[in-house]
């Protein structure tokens, strides 16, 4: 299946980094507009940008906190004005801070807990109002197997994740009457800066436990996203799709 998003507008929370670069370029190249969002690192999007100034007139960078209740409510309200409608939301707004559960700080517990749930409550909420006066969305959430495994020193993570799941599918059944499908993907390790900063042996050992034994890349992500965006993906909704290499 070859992807075609003309006239369709995307949206990307995290989109200028990581898995969320890898998704925003992937719409790019099927002809998509992209509305790539992040927080703070201006640098990494700036560079995003540039890399992808051949698709300038398709591509918008937008900065505010996913956290943020009223932050969010603004970026839609701007998106109406500047863009009219959209048709697709990803979220992959999310951040770890590890530490086992007897040493976390409750900060920490919180942080994690706001952007990844939080997070993700606020960006589907206005999405959903948005989509619902047209009878038609795509709603796909980046989540983690975490979730389900469980790791040592990522509870926070672990339940965020697990959240989003559980989100995802009420969220589901509450506007599937719209025409409105909502999905989590949920990726393993991949190769971005994300693991970056893990010691070596912790990589290997990580590699050791995929099937497949190596880490997935941007791609292998962006290419499911983008079929349960499609049109051709009509009658899947509340499923949580693994790109895990068998983890």
Wanted: a positive charge.
């Amino acid at each position: 299946m070859k992807s075609n998003f003309k006239e369709q507008t995307v949206i990307v929370t995290g989109g200028t980094r990581g898995i969320g670069r890898g998704i925003s370029e992937e719409f790019l190249k099927a002809g998509a507009k992209v509305v790539a969002t992040y927080q703070s690192n201006k640098k990494a999007a700036q560079d995003f940008y540039e890399s992808n100034k051949e698709y300038s007139k398709c591509l918008e960078l937008r900065s505010f906190d996913v956290t943020q209740y009223d932050e969010v409510g603004q970026f839609y309200q701007d998106m109406e004005k500047t863009h009219g409608e959209f048709q697709i939301m990803v979220h992959c707004s999310g951040i770890r801070i590890d530490s086992i559960v007897g040493m976390m700080r409750e900060e920490d517990w919180r942080k994690v807990i706001d952007t990844n749930l939080t997070g993700t409550f606020n960006m589907c909420k206005f999405a959903v109002q948005n989509l619902m006066r047209k009878k038609y969305g795509r709603i796909i959430v980046i989540t983690s197997p975490i979730g389900r495994l469980g790791f040592a020193g990522q509870s926070n993570y672990a339940a965020s994740k697990a959240g989003q799941v559980a989100f995802v599918q009420s969220l589901s059944k509450e506007v599937a009457s719209r025409k409105i499908t909502v999905n989590c993907v949920s990726p393993g390790f991949i190769d971005t800066d994300f693991i970056s900063g893990l010691p070596e042996e912790q990589k290997k050992k990580y590699i050791e436990m995929v099937p497949l034994k190596r880490f997935g890349l941007p791609l292998d992500v962006a290419h499911p996203v983008l079929f349960l965006a499609s049109a051709e993906a009509s009658y899947i909704t509340g499923a949580n799709l693994e790109v895990t290499g068998g983890l």
